[in-house]
């Protein structure tokens, strides 16, 4: 995880680490609570951290050592997140991506038709 900070930093000098978001996933307490305080030395404060787990009581445990949040549903962690695009230009390029692919795939289905393919896929 520490190279992936490193390096995620190094490449971004604009934004820091604490106007990111990053999800990790660890099997123990010991690697949440080395990974926390890689991220308090780099500068991270608490307050920006938020941490969830499928046990409730152990989520609260980890806030309460390193003082940051317990508010992470494990049901739905991305929930609540502020997404980086506030002009909804992802939401465009993905409804113009829907568009793109429909038309490709209704013209590739025109072509099909007319070939000997055509008649090997049965249409009412």
Do not use: K, W, Y
């Not at 996933?25 to 010991?30: E, Q, T």
């Not at 390193?66 to 992470?72: C, Q, T």
């Not at 490709?104 to 896929?121: N, W, Y």
């Amino acid at each position: 995880m520490s190279e992936l900070i490193g390096r995620d930093s190094s490449q971004a000098p604009q934004t820091t680490l604490s106007e990111s978001a990053i999800g990790c996933i660890f099997r123990s307490d010991d690697e949440l609570d080395a990974a926390v305080t890689q991220l308090l030395a780099l500068g991270v404060t608490p307050d920006t951290m938020h941490v969830g787990a499928s046990d409730g009581q152990l989520a609260q445990a980890a806030a309460q050592r390193h003082g940051i949040h317990a508010d992470v549903h494990p049901d739905d962690p991305l929930a609540d997140i502020v997404t980086l695009d506030r002009n909804d230009t992802a939401r465009a390029a993905v409804d113009r991506s829907g568009i793109i692919g429909a038309l490709i795939g209704a013209c590739a289905g025109i072509a099909i038709s007319f070939t000997s393919v055509g008649s090997l896929i049965p249409v009412p």
